[in-house]
Antibody
Framework: QMQLVESGGGVVQPGGSLRLSCAASGFNFGIFAMHWVRQAPGKGLEWVAVISYDGDNKYYADSVKGRFTISRVNSINTLYLQMDSLRPEDTAVYYC???????????????WGQGTLVTVSS | EIVLTQSPGTLSLSPGERVTLSCRASQSVISSNLAWYQQKPGQAPRLLIYGASNRATAIPDRFSGSVSGTDFTLTISRLEPEDFAVYYCQQYDNSPPRYTFGQGTKLEIK
């Protein structure tokens, strides 16, 4: 049974950093692109970043470009999101998500983790 | 940048009723790049429809999607108690990759 489990959320001060992890199991992680999507409290969904299956291609939402870095280590089935220069508006539940099919990233997301809450506050 | 506008913001209906949710794109969207998700409180979103009209795995056939120009529609033919949730549309395009969500429609029990 496939599973995505996020970790690493917490409370951080504005300007601080945090690294989120997403541990994947139950499927061939190394052939799927992976995404991060966030949801501010009581708000809608916002796509954050995508990384290709081999890690060679990475794309970001304008709101996080230059501050967040997506990465992956396929040998340990783990996706990461390094978040620097955090702002209060980055406060959200962060989900990792997998596309419906392997290799391509221009696809909807059919598998999601349970999310990890990041709170940016002084 | 494509903007997706969902309407209405909130719908109050009863189990057994038929409902149509709307998602309008600000410009032309490739219909194969449009999806619908359902999200219940405290849960991650669940993919319902992709390619505008294809049901995802294990989604009941009371859920259907359609498109007319830049207007996308999610229809639930007969509401079940478990269908009361928030629904989001999403479009995705390339050059560079972008994944845009609508603001959501909340379906609540009347």
């Amino acid at each position: 049974q496939m599973q995505l489990v996020e970790s690493g959320g917490g409370v951080v001060q504005p300007g601080g950093s945090l690294r989120l992890s997403c541990a994947a199991s139950g499927f061939n992680f190394g052939i799927f692109a992976m995404h991060w999507v966030r949801q501010a409290p009581g708000k809608g969904l916002e796509w954050v970043a995508v990384i290709s299956y081999d890690g060679d291609n990475k794309y970001y939402a304008d709101s996080v470009k230059g501050r967040f870095t997506i990465s992956r280590v396929n040998s340990i089935n783990t996706l990461y999101l390094q978040m620097d220069s955090l702002r209060p508006e980055d406060t959200a539940v962060y989900y990792c998500a997998r596309p419906v099919e392997s290799f391509d990233w221009l696809l909807p997301f059919d598998s999601w983790g349970q999310g990890t809450l990041v709170t940016v506050s002084s | 940048e494509i903007v997706l506008t969902q309407s209405p913001g909130t719908l109050s209906l009863s189990p057994g009723e038929r409902v149509t949710l709307s998602c309008r794109a600000s410009q032309s969207v490739i219909s194969s790049n449009l999806a619908w998700y359902q999200q219940k409180p405290g849960q991650a979103p669940r993919l319902l429809i992709y390619g505008a009209s294809n049901r995802a795995t294990a989604i009941p056939d009371r859920f259907s999607g359609s498109v007319s120009g830049t207007d996308f529609t999610l229809t639930i033919s007969r509401l079940e108690p478990e269908d009361f949730a928030v629904y989001y549309c999403q479009q995705y395009d390339n050059s560079p990759p972008r994944y845009t969500f609508g603001q959501g429609t909340k379906l609540e029990i009347k």
